[in-house]
């Protein structure tokens, strides 16, 4: 009878494979209910996991590594012997060679693997710095800076899509969030520690420090368990049927254009007064401590995505529309009053709710509308504004600089507001039934 007994009883051992295997499975990581979206958030939809939170250092650490460079690449290329013009070409070199291959990066994203992408970006990223450290002549930091434009669109769209991989849809706004509060932070801290390395130990020792940031960004690639396999590879589609033609989507996002547009005229003011408030302070002879601006945006930013990390995900594009022109106005406004350190104090505070959360909000949004298998295009759109910005930003400011009363530089920045409120009402229209939009 005993033995009956146990022939009738279900097998334990199966019972305990079934309740200890699930837990450890993707989905019950990322749910598929809250990775299709529409689903109610799960308590298990983790926001922060190690992954996650490898991919958050290693932008962190390319983004400072490529900032380093941005306030003192034209005083190395003079240093060199350049004058003005090849100055100012140098120093948008990146950007320009970054835009260029963008959406070579981006099919690539979407067709490989993203360590495989990343790793070489961040070797790209090594030599460049490297190579700055031993150039002779402003040939071969044109060469160098090139160079690092290239591993810049690779990392910068690898690392984006491979973190909007590994996030479900439900917090897909508060992800990418923290991802833009890792890159504007960079942007932050970067210039800064550039400037000050650069006077307290030159220009080329200041590029050992940016390559050993890159170094960093290796160890943190090759420490992320997940690969970055390709979406369609994991649903079993083809990577590429057919033959290729050349098409606006195989470049870029199309619907995500619109998005790279407003983010791109929210970056041009902030690109410029980033190369050109040093200028502007001394031509105004401001008594004021210029580099109080980066630190404050960066404690404020840090602050306030703590605080606010919800609302990329519960907030419409709108809400942050409004609020990013109100700081923007603000943030001009202060600049251009400069009359003492409260007021660069406040602008630094007010670039956050401008350029610092339409970062993250464009971003977030770019990744939700094209979808987790355009994922690498959307990100190459959207990484597209950040070129133009990075390099029409100090460009247009050269030209204000050069060209008006330099009471007029600030003020003159503010008609990209207008512009970009003519670019969002017919997206606005378009995408009219979304109220996220």
Same mark, same amino acid.
């Given at each position: 009878?005993?033995?009956?007994?146990?022939?009738?009883?279900?097998?334990?051992?199966?019972?305990?494979?079934?309740?200890?295997?699930?837990?450890?499975?993707?989905?019950?990581?990322?749910?598929?209910?809250?990775?299709?979206?529409?689903?109610?958030?799960?308590?298990?939809?983790?926001?922060?996991?190690?992954?996650?939170a490898?991919?958050?250092?290693?932008?962190?650490?390319?983004?400072?590594?490529?900032?380093?460079?941005?306030?003192?690449?034209?005083?190395f290329?003079?240093?060199?012997?350049?004058?003005?013009a090849?100055?100012?070409?140098?120093?948008?070199?990146?950007?320009?060679?970054?835009?260029?291959?963008?959406?070579?990066?981006?099919?690539?994203?979407?067709?490989?693997?993203?360590r495989?992408?990343?790793?070489?970006?961040?070797?790209?990223?090594?030599?460049?710095?490297?190579?700055?450290?031993?150039?002779?002549?402003?040939?071969?930091?044109?060469?160098?800076?090139?160079?690092?434009?290239?591993?810049?669109?690779?990392?910068?769209?690898?690392?984006?899509?491979?973190?909007?991989?590994?996030l479900?849809?439900?917090?897909?706004?508060?992800?990418?969030?923290?991802?833009?509060?890792?890159?504007?932070?960079?942007?932050?801290?970067?210039?800064?520690?550039?400037?000050?390395?650069?006077?307290?130990?030159?220009?080329?020792?200041?590029?050992?420090?940016?390559?050993?940031?890159?170094?960093?960004?290796?160890?943190?690639?090759?420490?992320?368990?997940?690969?970055?396999?390709?979406?369609?590879?994991?649903?079993?589609?083809?990577?590429g049927g057919?033959?290729?033609?050349?098409?606006?989507?195989?470049?870029?996002?199309?619907?995500?254009?619109?998005?790279?547009?407003?983010? &791109? +005229?929210?970056?041009?003011?902030?690109? !410029? %007064?980033?190369? *050109? $408030? =040093?200028?502007?302070?001394? @031509?105004?002879?401001?008594?004021?401590?210029?580099?109080?601006?980066?630190?404050?945006?960066?404690?404020?930013?840090?602050?306030?995505?703590?605080?606010?990390?919800?609302?990329?995900?519960?907030?419409?594009?709108?809400?942050?529309?409004?609020?990013?022109?109100?700081?923007?106005v603000? &943030? +001009?406004?202060?600049?251009?009053?400069? !009359? %003492?350190?409260? *007021? $660069? =104090?406040?602008?630094?505070? @007010?670039?956050?709710?401008?350029?610092?959360?339409?970062?993250?909000i464009?971003?977030?949004?770019?990744?939700?509308?094209?979808g987790?298998?355009?994922?690498?295009?959307?990100?190459?759109?959207?990484?597209?504004?950040?070129?133009?910005?990075?390099?029409?930003?100090?460009?247009?400011?050269?030209?204000?600089?050069?060209?008006?009363?330099?009471?007029?530089?600030?003020?003159?920045?503010?008609?990209?507001?207008?512009?970009?409120?003519?670019?969002?009402?017919?997206?606005?229209?378009?995408?009219?039934?979304?109220?996220?939009?």
């Amino acid at each position: 009878m005993v033995a009956a007994a146990k022939r009738a009883n279900p097998p334990m051992p199966e019972i305990r494979k079934e309740t200890a295997v699930q837990p450890m499975t993707r989905d019950a990581i990322t749910p598929k209910d809250s990775s299709e979206g529409g689903g109610p958030r799960r308590s298990h939809d983790r926001l922060i996991t190690r992954d996650i939170a490898l991919i958050m250092a290693g932008t962190f650490f390319y983004m400072t590594s490529s900032m380093m460079g941005t306030p003192i690449i034209a005083g190395f290329s003079q240093a060199l012997g350049a004058n003005g013009a090849i100055m100012g070409f140098i120093a948008g070199a990146l950007s320009l060679s970054s835009l260029v291959c963008r959406p070579i990066a981006g099919n690539l994203s979407d067709r490989t693997s993203k360590r495989r992408l990343a790793i070489l970006g961040a070797s790209l990223f090594l030599i460049a710095n490297l190579w700055y450290y031993f150039v002779p002549n402003t040939g071969w930091l044109l060469c160098a800076r090139i160079l690092n434009g290239i591993g810049f669109a690779c990392i910068s769209v690898c690392m984006s899509t491979w973190l909007s991989m590994l996030l479900p849809i439900s917090r897909m706004g508060a992800g990418m969030g923290l991802y833009g509060t890792m890159n504007a932070l960079a942007q932050a801290v970067g210039p800064d520690l550039g400037i000050r390395a650069s006077r307290a130990i030159g220009y080329r020792h200041t590029f050992l420090i940016a390559a050993g940031l890159a170094a960093c960004i290796i160890v943190c690639v090759l420490l992320i368990k997940d690969g970055g396999v390709p979406v369609r590879e994991r649903l079993g589609a083809h990577a590429g049927g057919g033959r290729h033609r050349l098409h606006l989507d195989s470049l870029f996002e199309p619907k995500v254009i619109p998005l790279a547009l407003i983010f &791109m +005229l929210f970056a041009i003011p902030y690109f !410029a %007064n980033q190369a *050109f $408030i =040093v200028e502007y302070a001394a @031509a105004k002879h401001a008594h004021v401590i210029v580099s109080l601006f980066f630190p404050c945006y960066a404690l404020t930013l840090l602050v306030s995505r703590i605080l606010l990390r919800n609302w990329f995900d519960t907030k419409s594009f709108l809400f942050f529309m409004i609020t990013g022109t109100v700081c923007q106005v603000l &943030m +001009l406004g202060s600049l251009a009053a400069m !009359a %003492n350190n409260w *007021f $660069i =104090v406040f602008a630094g505070i @007010a670039t956050v709710g401008a350029y610092g959360m339409m970062s993250s909000i464009t971003q977030a949004k770019a990744v939700v509308i094209a979808g987790k298998a355009r994922s690498g295009m959307a990100n190459t759109t959207y990484y597209a504004g950040i070129d133009l910005g990075m390099f029409l930003g100090p460009l247009i400011g050269g030209f204000l600089y050069g060209g008006l009363p330099i009471s007029w530089f600030y003020p003159a920045l503010l008609v990209t507001m207008p512009l970009a409120w003519a670019v969002y009402i017919p997206f606005h229209r378009m995408h009219g039934a979304r109220k996220d939009i």
